[in-house]
């Protein structure tokens, strides 16, 4: 199975801040990374799949890039509803897996 | 609109058997493939199993299979996962997703509310 390693676990911003997630895959992968936002309580909501495509309706302020293993997640001026939990999955190969996830906190 | 509402969770002991479903509205069922996501209390998500839009083929986490049963019925839109010898690390909020084709792609745009097993004595 794929390894898919994320960092930091977690970590403390404020509004306006810019942060990024990186994520390491165990192998190449090619660009098949995708990241999920999820909410307490709430399902994981699709931000960005591809490794840098963002899924229409989300905001110009998330990004992603890389390709192969090493990945990385931005958010541009953070907003109060970004503060959550974020996961990078990688689809090139069954089983699909995730990173571990960065729980996004408010500083 | 996509809508994806499981159910079927509960509270079961261990060695016993669940079934859940997730019925599937405002896209053509059968034209997608789709997939089971967990998350235990607290922790991340785990991919669990897959079908594709035919209902042929099927895949599974290693930590499922050979327990664990994904099956469809396109006719009546609906989605579902067998689950057997259930065991207490089965504990957890089980979501369905749609994949974006018909043969998995392994991303997923839309996903339900999910539905809470929980594996106790």
């Known amino acids: 199975d794929i390894q898919m390693t994320q960092s930091p676990s977690s970590l403390s911003a404020s509004v306006g801040d810019r942060v990024t997630i990186t994520c390491q895959a165990s192998q190449d992968i090619g660009n098949y990374l995708n990241w999920y936002q999820q909410r307490p309580g709430k399902a994981p909501n699709l931000l960005i799949y591809d490794a840098s495509n963002l899924k229409t309706g989300v905001p110009s302020r998330f990004s992603g890039s890389g390709s192969g293993t090493d990945f990385t997640f931005t958010i541009t001026s953070l907003q109060p509803e970004d503060f959550a939990t974020y996961y990078c999955q990688q689809s090139d190969n069954l089983p699909y897996t995730f990173g571990q996830g960065t729980n996004l906190e408010i500083k | 609109e996509v809508q994806l509402l499981e159910s079927g969770g509960g509270l079961v002991q261990p060695g016993g058997s669940l079934r859940l479903s997730c019925v599937a509205s405002?896209?053509?069922?059968?034209?997608?493939?789709m997939s089971w996501v967990r998350q235990a209390p607290g922790k991340g998500l785990e991919w669990v199993s897959a079908?594709?839009?035919?209902?042929?083929?099927?895949y599974y986490a290693d930590s499922v299979r050979g327990r664990f049963t994904i099956s469809r019925d396109n006719s009546e839109n609906t989605l579902f996962l067998q689950m057997n010898s259930l065991r207490a690390e089965d504990t957890a909020t089980y979501y369905c997703?749609?994949?974006?084709?018909?043969?998995?792609?392994?991303?997923?745009?839309?996903w339900g509310q999910g539905t809470l097993v929980t594996v106790s004595s």
């Open positions: 079908i594709g839009g035919s209902g042929g083929t099927t």
């Open positions: 997703a749609k994949d974006e084709l018909t043969y998995t792609s392994g991303w997923y745009r839309y």
């Open positions: 405002g896209f053509t069922f059968s034209n997608y493939a």
